[in-house]
T-cell receptor, first 112, second 109 residues
Framework: DSGVTQTPKHLITATGQRVTLRCSPRSGDLSVYWYQQSLDQGLQFLIQYYNGEERAKGNILERFSAQQFPDLHSELNLSSLELGDSALYFC???????????FGEGSWLTVV | DAKTTQPTSMDCAEGRAANLPCNHS???????VYWYRQIHSQGPQYIIHGLKNNETNEMASLIITEDRKSSTLILPHATLRDTAVYYCIVRGGANNLFFGTGTRLTVIP
């Protein structure tokens, strides 16, 4: 158990819909990262937040957005969903020094 | 961050040491070598990291060559539960982790 908690574990939704994935980082961690893993793309970095502020952006679509709240939990919002958005979405967190990044167990999103 | 090269797949007999190589010939002086593994769609699991000295923890050992252009992750006594995809990642500072395709290790009974 890494200490990073993600909900929901599984989600099935229709094309065009919007979903929110939630992440609680490890206690004391200020950085939160989001990654996407689809069958044909491997693990892709989406976005990073540090203490509520966006720190780095990767291959995140404009239809996707994220935020980190004052209690340090984070949410990834996915809108206008397409079949190709079906994937595992991982959240990860790290300490201030950022030496080690720990991953949650992921949220399986299936778009039908 | 520097790019890494790993074999696509490897087999290892149960109970034997698994030695997973990684090349990172363009690594910079301040970049660390990290190893993660992913067991069948679970979240990537941190294994170990190092800068230039060899490192050991309860999971594995990391051997980095003197010129730092390559490294080897050693699982001393592989078990069936070590079957996973192993990622070698070179990372500078608090940058993000960029995952390649990794090595698929299969531990054979």
């Amino acid at each position: 158990d890494s200490g990073v908690t993600q909900t929901p574990k599984h989600l099935i939704t229709a094309t065009g819909q919007r979903v929110t994935l939630r992440c609680s980082p490890r206690s004391g961690d200020l950085s939160v990262y989001w990654y996407q893993q689809s069958l044909d793309q491997g693990l892709q970095f989406l976005i990073q937040y540090y203490n509520g502020e966006e720190r780095a952006k990767g291959n995140i679509l404009e239809r996707f957005s994220a935020q980190q709240f004052p209690d340090l939990h984070s949410e990834l919002n996915l809108s206008s969903l397409e079949l190709g958005d079906s994937a595992l979405y991982f959240c990860a967190s790290s300490t201030v020094s950022g030496n080690t990044i720990y991953f949650g167990e992921g949220s399986w999103l299936t778009v039908v | 961050d520097a790019k890494t090269t790993q074999p696509t797949s490897m087999d290892c007999a149960e109970g034997r040491a698994a030695n997973l190589p990684c090349n990172h010939s363009t690594i910079s002086g301040n970049e660390y070598v990290y190893w993660y593994r992913q067991i069948h769609s679970q979240g990537p699991q941190y294994i170990i990291h190092g800068l230039k000295n060899n490192e050991t923890n309860e999971m594995a050992s990391l051997i980095i060559t003197e010129d730092r252009k390559s490294s080897t992750l050693i699982l001393p006594h592989a078990t069936l539960r070590d079957t996973a995809v192993y990622y070698c990642i070179v990372r500078g500072g608090a940058n993000n982790l960029f995952f390649g395709t990794g090595t698929r290790l299969t531990v054979i009974p």
